[in-house]
């Protein structure tokens, strides 16, 4: 296939996929293409630029948003003044940004309270914000006017508005959740319009999808979740920390100025202490729930992009799993399980008031949520990996979040208002769904994926600078298609 021809692209650094976007950016420079790779600090810089400065034509740190953020406001009036004609232009309120920001943001992560503090999470003032989001669009819009680029690799959110607005291209590659598939999204919510024309183009009766493990990167989480767990893993991690810090301020790296030391530290003993505290008795294991019906609702780590970023609408669990408890019959249950990346950040009572409900049951944190959902009369979710799963093997699904890239299939129901929640409860639970056309059209969802996806091989994001030629030139290759078939095609 020939390459669509770019004469100027902007690159975003990615610390899990280095490999990939230095692979890429290698790509483009080979079809002519002036590449401006961006990072996040200085000292990033220099560790891309000593190692891999044939990659692209420039390199520059994106930003400094954080360090804005601590200058005193002169005029806390000029400020706001400044920031709803910033708003006014950009044509999205800039809190719908900071709702995907884990410092300014940490308000929007109710379930995430003891996520690890940062001096800018604590000690900047609401003008303070407004101002470093405005000098950051602005720093935004001109790096896009003197660039020209026309098309943006990555994933750097205040850019990727600005980029909208202008109506640049942009492109990230995303998970698609199986094995190791990822495929090319072209929005900040990361969906896709290929994904629905593929699943159109589907023949209507496709072989039954086995779908008997987790994608692979989250298994390879999981796996380090444990040995980072352990006693031994706890020390580890907490003496690395120390260390790393005071290696950051002996070099004056930016990095030393954001999370307080302290927070950081007891966050690794957190995880093993709820890890511990979330054992049986206090959940069940998924074995003590056969013979009983029960919804499956998979909690969501807070803060991540993955809830906030991806569902700015609704991102309330608690109020998801109020909602679900009041409207189920008598005869069913909810099943709650913990995400165990958000083991140590949830507030104090978080799970004991989800245990206060009488229908609701926690599940073991370890459970694998695939076999949960497969067990499940309904899974129910905001944008979990759940939702995706139960819609590939045609289980009933229902969605609070609006953008999930499976949210157009007819077995699955977007609810936008809780207050509707009781009938679709019950049309799920109903003898009449139709769970032979649900299983023919996760069969077709899936397929679509994959014909719009990329293997990504022995890629590991724990390892992100292996990754072999080939896989890149697929790659690379998968984006050329992205570009061609988009409604945003880039010239």
Partial sequence: MTATLLKNVIVIAHSEMRGIMVGLARKFREQGSNVTFICSTRQECDFYSSRFGDAF????TANGFYAEAMKPVRDEAV????????????????????????????????????????????????????????????AC????????????????????????????????????????????SDSMLRTSPAIEAAFS????????????????????????????????????RMGYTVTQ?????????????????????????HKRADLIKLRPPVTKSLAEMAGQKFVF??????????????????????????AIARDLPADVKLVVKEAYHALGRRPRDFHRQIMAFKNVVMLETMELGLDVVKEAAVTLT????????????????????????????DHVHVVQDLGDLRPVLAECLSPGFDHEKARADGAR???????????????????????????????????????????????
């Fill in 297 to 322: 609702f998979p909690l969501h780590t807070e803060p991540e992009t993955a809830l906030q970023g991806m569902s700015p609408e609704f991102l309330f669990q608690l109020e998801a799993i109020t």
């Fill in 201 to 236: 183009a589907m023949p209507s009766k496709i072989a039954p999808v086995e779908m008997n493990t987790p994608y692979n990167a989250h298994m390879d989480y999981r796996e380090k979740f444990l040995r980072d767990t352990s006693l031994v893993g706890v020390a580890r």
């Fill in 79 to 138: 400020v706001v003044a400044k920031a709803v004609e910033t708003e006014a232009w950009l044509g999205t309120n800039i809190n719908r940004l900071v709702v995907y920001d884990r410092h300014f943001g940490k308000g929007f992560a109710p379930g995430g309270t003891r996520h690890p503090r940062s001096i800018m999470s604590e000690y900047t003032s609401y003008p303070q914000m407004l101002q470093a989001y405005i000098t950051e669009i602005e």
């Fill in 141 to 184: 819009r001109k790096l896009i006017e003197d660039t020209d680029p026309d098309l943006i690799v990555g994933d750097y959110r205040i850019l990727e508005a600005v980029a909208g607005r202008i109506g640049v291209p942009i492109r990230n590659l995303v998970s698609s959740r199986y094995k190791n598939f990822f495929y090319w």
């Fill in 245 to 269: 810090q005071i290696y950051w301020i002996l070099r004056r790296y930016e990095k030393r100025i954001g999370y307080f030391l302290w927070d950081r530290v007891a966050y690794f003993w």
């Fill in 57 to 60: 034509n420039r390199i520059v």
């Fill in 445 to 491: 969802f899936l397929n679509a994926m994959l014909s719009i996806s990329i293997d990504l091989g022995k890629f590991n994001t724990l390892k992100s600078d292996e990754i072999a030629p080939e896989t890149v030139d697929e790659i690379f290759a998968g984006l050329q298609v992205s570009l061609e078939s988009g409604k945003d095609k880039a010239a």
């Fill in 382 to 409: 905001i944008t979990g990996t759940a939702g995706y799963e139960a819609a590939v093997l045609g289980k009933p699904v229902i969605s609070f979040g609006r953008h999930n890239i499976f949210g157009f299939l």
